[in-house]
Protein backbone atom coordinates (compact mmCIF):
# COMPACT_ATOMS: atom_id res chain seq x y z
CA UNK A 1 0.00 0.00 0.00
CA UNK A 2 1.48 3.45 -0.69
CA UNK A 3 1.53 5.93 1.78
CA UNK A 4 2.78 9.59 1.36
CA UNK A 5 3.40 12.44 3.35
CA UNK A 6 0.29 14.62 2.77
CA UNK A 7 1.17 18.45 3.14
CA UNK A 8 -2.48 19.27 4.16
CA UNK A 9 -3.03 16.99 6.74
CA UNK A 10 0.93 16.65 7.68
CA UNK A 11 1.46 13.36 8.20
CA UNK A 12 1.92 10.69 5.84
CA UNK A 13 -1.07 8.83 4.72
CA UNK A 14 -2.05 5.77 2.83
CA UNK A 15 -3.50 6.38 -0.56
CA UNK A 16 -7.00 6.13 -1.38
CA UNK A 17 -7.73 7.32 -4.88
CA UNK A 18 -11.70 8.62 -5.71
CA UNK A 19 -11.98 5.88 -8.25
CA UNK A 20 -10.55 2.47 -7.89
CA UNK A 21 -7.00 1.81 -9.39
CA UNK A 22 -7.31 5.31 -11.67
CA UNK A 23 -5.79 8.63 -10.47
CA UNK A 24 -5.78 12.42 -11.15
CA UNK A 25 -2.22 14.04 -10.77
CA UNK A 26 -1.63 17.80 -11.37
CA UNK A 27 1.85 19.26 -11.17
CA UNK A 28 2.37 22.84 -11.22
CA UNK A 29 4.86 23.15 -14.27
CA UNK A 30 7.42 26.05 -15.27
CA UNK A 31 6.87 29.66 -16.19
CA UNK A 32 8.23 30.21 -19.82
CA UNK A 33 10.33 33.27 -18.84
CA UNK A 34 13.19 31.65 -19.41
CA UNK A 35 15.54 28.18 -18.85
CA UNK A 36 14.04 25.86 -16.21
CA UNK A 37 17.24 25.33 -13.86
CA UNK A 38 18.25 21.82 -11.88
CA UNK A 39 16.19 22.99 -8.71
CA UNK A 40 12.97 23.56 -10.65
CA UNK A 41 13.85 19.97 -12.18
CA UNK A 42 13.72 18.23 -8.84
CA UNK A 43 10.33 18.61 -8.32
CA UNK A 44 9.41 17.35 -12.13
CA UNK A 45 11.17 14.28 -11.20
CA UNK A 46 9.15 13.69 -8.24
CA UNK A 47 6.23 14.49 -9.93
CA UNK A 48 7.77 12.03 -12.69
CA UNK A 49 8.98 8.99 -9.86
CA UNK A 50 5.34 9.16 -8.55
CA UNK A 51 3.50 8.73 -11.26
CA UNK A 52 5.49 5.94 -12.19
CA UNK A 53 4.95 4.32 -8.70
CA UNK A 54 1.18 4.87 -9.24
CA UNK A 55 1.67 3.23 -12.61
CA UNK A 56 3.99 0.28 -11.10
CA UNK A 57 1.54 -0.04 -8.16
CA UNK A 58 -1.30 -0.56 -10.95
CA UNK A 59 -2.95 2.78 -11.38
CA UNK A 60 -4.22 3.75 -14.52
CA UNK A 61 -2.75 7.76 -14.21
CA UNK A 62 -4.22 10.45 -15.66
CA UNK A 63 -1.18 12.96 -14.86
CA UNK A 64 -1.76 17.02 -16.06
CA UNK A 65 1.30 19.71 -15.95
CA UNK A 66 0.42 23.36 -16.98
CA UNK A 67 2.43 25.79 -18.98
CA UNK A 68 2.49 29.37 -17.58
CA UNK A 69 2.63 32.03 -20.36
CA UNK A 70 0.69 34.69 -18.86
CA UNK A 71 -0.07 36.08 -15.52
CA UNK A 72 3.32 35.22 -13.48
CA UNK A 73 4.15 38.56 -12.11
CA UNK A 74 7.65 38.97 -10.22
CA UNK A 75 6.22 39.62 -7.31
CA UNK A 76 3.87 37.38 -5.11
CA UNK A 77 2.00 40.50 -4.25
CA UNK A 78 0.57 40.74 -7.35
CA UNK A 79 2.06 43.56 -8.85
CA UNK A 80 5.16 44.52 -11.12
CA UNK A 81 5.55 43.20 -14.71
CA UNK A 82 4.46 40.04 -16.25
CA UNK A 83 7.43 37.44 -16.20
CA UNK A 84 6.79 36.54 -20.01
CA UNK A 85 6.38 40.46 -20.89
CA UNK A 86 9.84 41.71 -18.91
CA UNK A 87 11.85 38.71 -21.18
CA UNK A 88 10.37 39.98 -24.20
CA UNK A 89 11.77 43.54 -23.88
CA UNK A 90 14.88 42.41 -22.62
CA UNK A 91 15.29 40.13 -25.37
CA UNK A 92 13.67 42.26 -27.94
CA UNK A 93 11.27 39.68 -29.04
CA UNK A 94 7.46 39.37 -28.75
CA UNK A 95 6.00 37.52 -26.27
CA UNK A 96 5.06 34.41 -28.13
CA UNK A 97 8.01 34.30 -29.15
CA UNK A 98 9.66 34.11 -25.86
CA UNK A 99 6.89 31.71 -24.82
CA UNK A 100 7.18 29.48 -27.89
CA UNK A 101 11.25 29.05 -27.20
CA UNK A 102 11.47 28.60 -23.48
CA UNK A 103 8.48 25.98 -23.73
CA UNK A 104 10.56 23.81 -26.28
CA UNK A 105 13.43 24.37 -24.29
CA UNK A 106 11.55 22.85 -21.32
CA UNK A 107 10.38 20.26 -23.67
CA UNK A 108 13.84 19.31 -24.86
CA UNK A 109 15.23 19.30 -20.99
CA UNK A 110 12.13 17.38 -20.01
CA UNK A 111 12.68 14.75 -22.37
CA UNK A 112 16.54 14.71 -21.54
CA UNK A 113 15.68 13.88 -18.30
CA UNK A 114 13.72 10.84 -18.74
CA UNK A 115 10.43 12.62 -17.04
CA UNK A 116 7.13 11.09 -17.65
CA UNK A 117 4.98 13.04 -20.24
CA UNK A 118 1.86 13.77 -19.04
CA UNK A 119 -1.74 13.73 -20.75
CA UNK A 120 -1.60 17.24 -21.23
CA UNK A 121 0.53 20.28 -21.57
CA UNK A 122 -2.19 22.64 -20.83
CA UNK A 123 -1.23 26.10 -21.83
CA UNK A 124 -2.55 29.11 -19.54
CA UNK A 125 -3.27 31.12 -22.94
CA UNK A 126 -5.58 28.73 -24.36
CA UNK A 127 -7.62 28.91 -21.18
CA UNK A 128 -8.39 32.67 -20.85
CA UNK A 129 -12.23 31.00 -21.11
CA UNK A 130 -12.01 28.61 -18.95
CA UNK A 131 -10.32 31.19 -16.51
CA UNK A 132 -12.64 33.79 -16.80
CA UNK A 133 -16.01 31.16 -15.99
CA UNK A 134 -14.03 30.64 -12.78
CA UNK A 135 -13.26 34.37 -11.92
CA UNK A 136 -17.50 34.55 -12.67
CA UNK A 137 -18.75 31.99 -10.29
CA UNK A 138 -16.52 33.44 -7.62
CA UNK A 139 -18.22 37.17 -8.32
CA UNK A 140 -21.51 35.41 -8.23
CA UNK A 141 -21.31 33.67 -4.92
CA UNK A 142 -19.82 37.16 -3.27
CA UNK A 143 -16.21 36.17 -2.64
CA UNK A 144 -14.39 38.76 -5.67
CA UNK A 145 -14.13 42.72 -5.14
CA UNK A 146 -12.76 45.00 -7.25
CA UNK A 147 -9.57 47.71 -6.77
CA UNK A 148 -8.18 49.90 -9.53
CA UNK A 149 -5.55 47.30 -11.14
CA UNK A 150 -8.19 44.36 -10.84
CA UNK A 151 -10.47 41.82 -9.14
CA UNK A 152 -9.18 40.16 -5.95
CA UNK A 153 -9.92 37.21 -4.20
CA UNK A 154 -11.69 37.84 -0.70
CA UNK A 155 -9.92 35.86 1.58
CA UNK A 156 -11.42 36.54 4.86
CA UNK A 157 -14.83 35.18 3.03
CA UNK A 158 -13.36 31.87 3.19
CA UNK A 159 -12.46 30.93 6.55
CA UNK A 160 -10.23 27.55 5.76
CA UNK A 161 -7.98 30.20 4.04
CA UNK A 162 -3.88 28.92 4.56
CA UNK A 163 -4.87 25.70 5.91
CA UNK A 164 -1.81 24.39 3.88
CA UNK A 165 0.61 26.93 4.68
CA UNK A 166 2.03 28.96 7.78
CA UNK A 167 0.12 32.15 7.61
CA UNK A 168 2.59 33.97 9.46
CA UNK A 169 4.82 33.29 6.57
CA UNK A 170 1.90 35.31 4.19
CA UNK A 171 2.02 38.89 5.58
CA UNK A 172 3.00 42.57 4.41
CA UNK A 173 6.16 43.50 3.80
CA UNK A 174 7.61 40.16 3.55
CA UNK A 175 6.30 37.80 0.43
CA UNK A 176 2.93 40.33 0.11
CA UNK A 177 3.71 43.86 -0.94
CA UNK A 178 1.42 45.98 1.02
CA UNK A 179 -1.25 47.57 -1.24
CA UNK A 180 -3.78 49.98 0.40
CA UNK A 181 -6.81 49.21 -1.97
CA UNK A 182 -6.97 45.23 -0.45
CA UNK A 183 -9.10 44.47 2.06
CA UNK A 184 -6.57 41.94 3.78
CA UNK A 185 -2.72 41.33 2.63
CA UNK A 186 -3.58 38.16 1.91
CA UNK A 187 -6.05 38.84 -0.68
CA UNK A 188 -4.85 38.16 -4.20
CA UNK A 189 -5.71 38.96 -8.07
CA UNK A 190 -7.97 37.12 -10.03
CA UNK A 191 -7.75 39.44 -13.11
CA UNK A 192 -5.05 42.25 -13.49
CA UNK A 193 -6.71 45.37 -15.71
CA UNK A 194 -4.35 46.58 -18.08
CA UNK A 195 -2.47 49.82 -17.56
CA UNK A 196 -3.68 52.74 -19.00
CA UNK A 197 -0.35 54.35 -19.87
CA UNK A 198 0.72 51.12 -22.17
CA UNK A 199 -0.69 48.48 -23.95
CA UNK A 200 0.27 44.70 -22.70
CA UNK A 201 1.00 42.04 -25.57
CA UNK A 202 -0.99 39.94 -24.16
CA UNK A 203 -4.73 40.64 -22.59
CA UNK A 204 -8.39 39.84 -23.27
CA UNK A 205 -11.44 41.37 -22.81
CA UNK A 206 -13.60 40.27 -19.71
CA UNK A 207 -16.57 41.35 -17.96
CA UNK A 208 -14.72 43.53 -15.83
CA UNK A 209 -12.39 45.28 -18.63
CA UNK A 210 -9.03 44.31 -20.98
CA UNK A 211 -6.59 42.62 -19.42
CA UNK A 212 -5.45 39.21 -18.33
CA UNK A 213 -5.45 36.53 -15.94
CA UNK A 214 -3.40 36.14 -11.86
CA UNK A 215 -1.01 33.60 -12.30
CA UNK A 216 -3.31 31.65 -9.58
CA UNK A 217 -6.55 31.04 -11.42
CA UNK A 218 -4.84 29.10 -14.30
CA UNK A 219 -3.74 25.45 -12.14
CA UNK A 220 -7.50 25.79 -10.77
CA UNK A 221 -9.05 26.48 -13.89
CA UNK A 222 -6.96 24.03 -15.64
CA UNK A 223 -6.87 21.18 -13.20
CA UNK A 224 -11.00 21.01 -12.80
CA UNK A 225 -11.64 21.22 -16.88
CA UNK A 226 -9.05 17.98 -16.78
CA UNK A 227 -9.54 16.10 -13.78
CA UNK A 228 -12.79 17.41 -12.02
CA UNK A 229 -13.95 19.60 -9.24
CA UNK A 230 -11.98 17.46 -6.95
CA UNK A 231 -9.42 15.04 -7.75
CA UNK A 232 -6.62 13.02 -5.86
CA UNK A 233 -3.18 14.83 -5.79
CA UNK A 234 -1.33 17.94 -6.89
CA UNK A 235 1.96 17.94 -6.53
CA UNK A 236 4.94 21.16 -6.92
CA UNK A 237 7.93 23.13 -4.83
CA UNK A 238 7.65 23.79 -1.49
CA UNK A 239 8.00 27.29 -2.21
CA UNK A 240 4.42 26.90 -3.44
CA UNK A 241 3.17 25.74 -0.39
CA UNK A 242 3.00 29.09 1.29
CA UNK A 243 1.28 31.38 -1.72
CA UNK A 244 0.29 29.70 -5.04
CA UNK A 245 -1.65 26.47 -3.56
CA UNK A 246 -3.81 27.74 -0.72
CA UNK A 247 -4.54 30.34 -3.22
CA UNK A 248 -5.89 27.21 -5.23
CA UNK A 249 -7.47 25.73 -2.62
CA UNK A 250 -9.41 29.45 -1.62
CA UNK A 251 -10.71 29.73 -5.15
CA UNK A 252 -11.64 26.23 -6.00
CA UNK A 253 -13.24 25.37 -2.79
CA UNK A 254 -14.69 28.63 -2.70
CA UNK A 255 -16.38 28.57 -6.15
CA UNK A 256 -17.77 24.53 -6.26
CA UNK A 257 -18.33 24.12 -2.12
CA UNK A 258 -15.99 20.90 -2.70
CA UNK A 259 -12.91 19.85 -1.15
CA UNK A 260 -9.93 21.08 -4.19
CA UNK A 261 -7.05 18.19 -3.98
CA UNK A 262 -7.17 15.05 -1.54
CA UNK A 263 -3.09 14.75 -1.06
CA UNK A 264 -0.84 17.27 -1.75
CA UNK A 265 2.84 16.41 -2.02
CA UNK A 266 6.10 19.12 -2.12
CA UNK A 267 9.27 18.72 -2.72
CA UNK A 268 11.45 20.16 -0.61
CA UNK A 269 14.23 22.87 -1.31
CA UNK A 270 17.65 22.39 -3.18
CA UNK A 271 21.06 24.31 -2.22
CA UNK A 272 24.28 24.51 -4.07
CA UNK A 273 27.02 24.06 -1.70
CA UNK A 274 25.30 24.93 1.04
CA UNK A 275 23.59 28.21 -0.02
CA UNK A 276 20.41 29.40 -1.95
CA UNK A 277 19.94 29.03 -5.34
CA UNK A 278 20.23 32.50 -6.61
CA UNK A 279 21.48 34.59 -10.20
CA UNK A 280 23.64 36.96 -7.87
CA UNK A 281 25.69 33.66 -6.29
CA UNK A 282 25.63 32.78 -10.19
CA UNK A 283 24.84 29.17 -8.96
CA UNK A 284 21.63 28.85 -10.64
CA UNK A 285 22.23 25.82 -13.05
CA UNK A 286 20.18 24.22 -15.60
CA UNK A 287 20.77 21.33 -17.97
CA UNK A 288 22.80 22.50 -20.16
CA UNK A 289 25.34 23.92 -17.60
CA UNK A 290 25.74 20.40 -16.19
CA UNK A 291 26.25 18.55 -19.80
CA UNK A 292 28.28 21.31 -21.07
CA UNK A 293 30.70 20.43 -17.89
CA UNK A 294 30.81 17.19 -19.37
CA UNK A 295 28.07 15.04 -17.07
CA UNK A 296 25.42 12.94 -18.80
CA UNK A 297 22.53 14.60 -17.83
CA UNK A 298 20.70 10.97 -16.44
CA UNK A 299 23.35 11.21 -13.67
CA UNK A 300 21.53 14.64 -12.49
CA UNK A 301 18.37 12.40 -12.18
CA UNK A 302 20.49 9.87 -10.33
CA UNK A 303 21.62 12.21 -8.17
CA UNK A 304 18.28 13.02 -7.74
CA UNK A 305 16.45 9.90 -6.81
CA UNK A 306 19.80 9.77 -4.10
CA UNK A 307 18.21 12.05 -1.96
CA UNK A 308 13.95 11.34 -0.62
CA UNK A 309 11.96 14.10 -1.98
CA UNK A 310 11.19 16.05 1.45
CA UNK A 311 14.82 16.10 2.59
CA UNK A 312 16.55 19.38 1.27
CA UNK A 313 19.06 18.34 -1.39
CA UNK A 314 22.66 19.90 -0.91
CA UNK A 315 24.06 20.31 -4.95
CA UNK A 316 27.78 19.92 -5.36
CA UNK A 317 29.82 18.90 -8.62
CA UNK A 318 31.61 16.51 -6.12
CA UNK A 319 28.19 14.59 -5.11
CA UNK A 320 27.26 14.89 -9.12
CA UNK A 321 30.90 13.43 -9.82
CA UNK A 322 29.77 10.56 -8.10
CA UNK A 323 26.51 9.99 -8.84
CA UNK A 324 27.90 10.26 -12.56
CA UNK A 325 30.91 7.53 -11.41
CA UNK A 326 27.77 5.02 -9.63
CA UNK A 327 25.49 5.26 -12.96
CA UNK A 328 28.35 4.32 -15.41
CA UNK A 329 29.85 1.04 -13.57
CA UNK A 330 26.04 0.49 -13.74
CA UNK A 331 25.68 0.85 -16.88
CA UNK A 332 29.26 -1.24 -17.89
CA UNK A 333 28.17 -4.20 -15.10
CA UNK A 334 24.92 -4.83 -16.88
CA UNK A 335 26.26 -4.41 -20.40
CA UNK A 336 28.79 -7.09 -19.39
CA UNK A 337 25.90 -9.65 -18.29
CA UNK A 338 24.13 -12.40 -20.46
CA UNK A 339 20.88 -11.60 -22.10
CA UNK A 340 17.63 -12.38 -20.14
CA UNK A 341 16.74 -14.95 -22.72
CA UNK A 342 20.16 -17.08 -21.96
CA UNK A 343 19.83 -20.04 -19.10
CA UNK A 344 23.08 -20.10 -17.08
CA UNK A 345 21.70 -23.82 -15.67
CA UNK A 346 22.32 -22.22 -12.63
CA UNK A 347 19.76 -23.20 -9.64
CA UNK A 348 18.55 -19.87 -8.00
CA UNK A 349 16.89 -20.28 -4.66
CA UNK A 350 13.32 -19.77 -4.23
CA UNK A 351 11.68 -15.97 -3.71
CA UNK A 352 15.27 -14.90 -3.82
CA UNK A 353 14.19 -12.16 -7.04
CA UNK A 354 10.36 -12.22 -5.60
CA UNK A 355 12.18 -10.76 -1.93
CA UNK A 356 13.97 -8.41 -3.97
CA UNK A 357 10.91 -6.72 -5.98
CA UNK A 358 8.99 -6.73 -2.36
CA UNK A 359 11.85 -4.88 -1.03
CA UNK A 360 11.99 -1.80 -3.43
CA UNK A 361 8.13 -1.68 -3.90
CA UNK A 362 8.11 -1.40 -0.08
CA UNK A 363 10.73 1.38 -0.57
CA UNK A 364 8.95 3.04 -3.51
CA UNK A 365 5.87 3.32 -1.07
CA UNK A 366 7.09 4.23 2.00
CA UNK A 367 6.74 8.19 1.06
CA UNK A 368 8.96 7.50 -2.29
CA UNK A 369 12.08 6.56 -0.52
CA UNK A 370 14.08 6.66 -3.71
CA UNK A 371 17.58 6.30 -1.95
CA UNK A 372 16.57 2.99 -0.23
CA UNK A 373 15.36 1.90 -4.07
CA UNK A 374 18.31 2.52 -5.26
CA UNK A 375 20.26 0.56 -2.44
CA UNK A 376 17.98 -2.62 -3.56
CA UNK A 377 18.48 -2.24 -7.16
CA UNK A 378 22.46 -2.14 -6.10
CA UNK A 379 21.99 -5.35 -3.74
CA UNK A 380 20.45 -7.13 -7.53
CA UNK A 381 23.84 -5.90 -8.98
CA UNK A 382 25.77 -7.30 -6.89
CA UNK A 383 24.45 -10.26 -5.29
CA UNK A 384 25.67 -13.69 -6.98
CA UNK A 385 22.77 -14.48 -8.93
CA UNK A 386 22.69 -15.44 -12.55
CA UNK A 387 22.74 -12.70 -15.16
CA UNK A 388 19.44 -12.97 -16.77
CA UNK A 389 17.06 -13.36 -13.33
CA UNK A 390 19.22 -10.40 -12.36
CA UNK A 391 18.91 -8.12 -15.66
CA UNK A 392 14.74 -8.95 -15.77
CA UNK A 393 14.52 -7.77 -12.75
CA UNK A 394 16.25 -4.61 -12.98
CA UNK A 395 14.76 -3.79 -15.93
CA UNK A 396 12.05 -3.91 -14.00
CA UNK A 397 12.87 -1.88 -11.49
CA UNK A 398 13.72 0.68 -14.56
CA UNK A 399 9.78 1.29 -15.04
CA UNK A 400 10.15 3.23 -12.11
CA UNK A 401 14.30 5.02 -11.47
CA UNK A 402 14.16 5.78 -15.28
CA UNK A 403 17.60 5.32 -16.24
CA UNK A 404 17.34 3.92 -19.78
CA UNK A 405 19.81 0.86 -18.07
CA UNK A 406 18.43 -1.36 -20.91
CA UNK A 407 19.45 0.77 -24.02
CA UNK A 408 22.23 1.92 -22.56
CA UNK A 409 24.35 -0.66 -21.55
CA UNK A 410 23.03 -2.47 -25.17
CA UNK A 411 24.21 0.80 -26.57
CA UNK A 412 27.32 0.58 -24.77
CA UNK A 413 27.86 -3.41 -25.29
CA UNK A 414 27.98 -3.00 -29.42
CA UNK A 415 30.25 0.30 -29.39
CA UNK A 416 32.67 -1.26 -27.18
CA UNK A 417 32.44 -4.96 -28.34
CA UNK A 418 31.77 -6.05 -24.60
CA UNK A 419 31.09 -9.50 -25.23
CA UNK A 420 28.42 -11.57 -22.81
CA UNK A 421 28.92 -14.21 -20.71
CA UNK A 422 27.26 -17.19 -22.28
CA UNK A 423 29.31 -15.97 -25.68
CA UNK A 424 32.62 -16.17 -23.90
CA UNK A 425 31.75 -19.55 -22.74
CA UNK A 426 30.84 -20.63 -26.00
CA UNK A 427 34.61 -18.70 -26.78
CA UNK A 428 36.09 -20.64 -24.44
CA UNK A 429 34.56 -24.05 -24.61
CA UNK A 430 35.69 -23.94 -28.70
CA UNK A 431 39.64 -23.21 -27.73
CA UNK A 432 39.08 -26.25 -25.55
CA UNK A 433 37.91 -28.41 -28.07
CA UNK A 434 40.38 -27.37 -30.61
CA UNK A 435 43.59 -28.18 -27.85
CA UNK A 436 41.93 -31.69 -28.10
CA UNK A 437 41.98 -31.51 -31.77
CA UNK A 438 37.83 -32.07 -32.18
CA UNK A 439 37.47 -29.48 -34.85
CA UNK A 440 34.39 -31.03 -36.03
CA UNK A 441 32.73 -29.97 -33.03
CA UNK A 442 34.83 -27.13 -32.77
CA UNK A 443 33.45 -25.67 -35.78
CA UNK A 444 29.50 -26.74 -34.78
CA UNK A 445 30.04 -23.97 -31.58
CA UNK A 446 31.33 -21.56 -34.55
CA UNK A 447 28.71 -22.20 -36.89
CA UNK A 448 26.34 -21.67 -33.34
CA UNK A 449 28.57 -18.36 -32.09
CA UNK A 450 27.28 -16.93 -36.13
CA UNK A 451 23.81 -17.54 -35.64
CA UNK A 452 23.47 -15.69 -32.28
CA UNK A 453 25.36 -12.72 -34.22
CA UNK A 454 28.90 -12.94 -33.57
CA UNK A 455 31.90 -13.76 -35.70
CA UNK A 456 35.31 -15.33 -34.62
CA UNK A 457 38.98 -14.67 -35.81
CA UNK A 458 41.87 -17.09 -35.27
CA UNK A 459 44.95 -15.42 -34.76
CA UNK A 460 48.53 -15.80 -33.04
CA UNK A 461 47.26 -14.11 -29.65
CA UNK A 462 43.56 -16.01 -29.77
CA UNK A 463 40.33 -16.25 -30.81
CA UNK A 464 38.98 -12.58 -31.76
CA UNK A 465 35.32 -12.27 -31.47
CA UNK A 466 33.59 -9.48 -32.71
CA UNK A 467 29.68 -8.67 -32.92
CA UNK A 468 28.43 -9.09 -36.82
CA UNK A 469 27.00 -5.72 -37.94
Known amino acids: MLRLYNSLTRKIEEFQSIH ?6 YTCGPTVCGVSRIGNFRAFTTADILARVFTYNGYD ?35 CEVAEFYTE ?5 YHALN ?79 SPKDEKRQMEWKSPWGIGFPGWHIECSAMSMKYLGET ?37 AFMQVNGEKMSKSLGNTYTLYDIEKEGYDILALRYLYL ?21 YK ?79 LSYQLRNAQQIIPGHIQKLVEERQHLRKLRKFNTADQIRSQLGKLGYEIEDTKKGPKVTKKA
Open 329 to 407: KLILDVSRWDDPSVSSGQAVPAGVFEDFEKQFLDALNDDLNTPQALAVMWEVVKSPYPSSPKMKTLFKFDRVLGLHIQE
Open 115 to 193: LTRPATFCKATDHIKEQIALIKRLEEKGFTYETADGIYFDTSMFPHYGALSNLDQIKEGARVEINDEKRNPRDFALWKF
Open 231 to 267: FDIHTGGVDHKEIHHPNEIAQSEAATGKKFVNYWVHT
Open 61 to 95: VHFIMNITDVGHLVSDADTGEDKLEKSAKKEGKNV
Open 105 to 109: AFFKD
Open 306 to 326: QTQYRQEMNFTFNALDGAQNA
Open 20 to 25: PLQVGM
